[in-house]
């Protein structure tokens, strides 16, 4: 059993975008700060915890891009975080960082019926 993570951080992550504790592990913690050092761990977290759009990742099969409300500092560009699903011991983040390039995969949640009065 040595091949199992640390774990950084835990976050619930609300239905219906996971609707499960997340898990970013310290390794990939420290990758993410390799590729990214501006990626704040606040605004990852902010991010799981209240997400404002979900769509398919379009390299990660079981994974979900899960966009935030934080920004850069000084720039238009969202929190995006990865998140792979489906795995024995719950969802893990996979990577994270700020864009603000259009997302071309489907946008899963919310959908078009979501939040319609009627």
Not at 63 to 76: A, N, Q
Not at 89 to 111: C, L, M
Request: aromatic share 6%.
């Amino acid at each position: 059993m040595g091949d199992e993570r640390a774990i950084l951080c835990r976050v619930f992550c609300p239905a219906p975008v996971v609707n499960a504790e997340v898990k970013l592990a310290t390794d990939t913690w420290t990758h993410i700060q390799g590729g990214h050092p501006e990626t704040n761990l606040d605004d990852l977290v902010h991010t799981l915890q209240f997400p404002q759009a979900v769509h398919r990742d379009a390299k990660k099969p079981n994974s979900v891009l899960i966009v935030g409300e934080r920004s850069l500092p000084g720039s238009e560009s969202l929190m995006r975080v990865s998140v792979k699903a489906g795995l024995a011991d719950g969802p893990f983040v996979q990577t994270a960082h700020y864009a603000r390039d259009q997302i071309k995969t489907k946008q899963i949640w919310p959908t078009d019926e979501e939040g319609q009065d009627e």
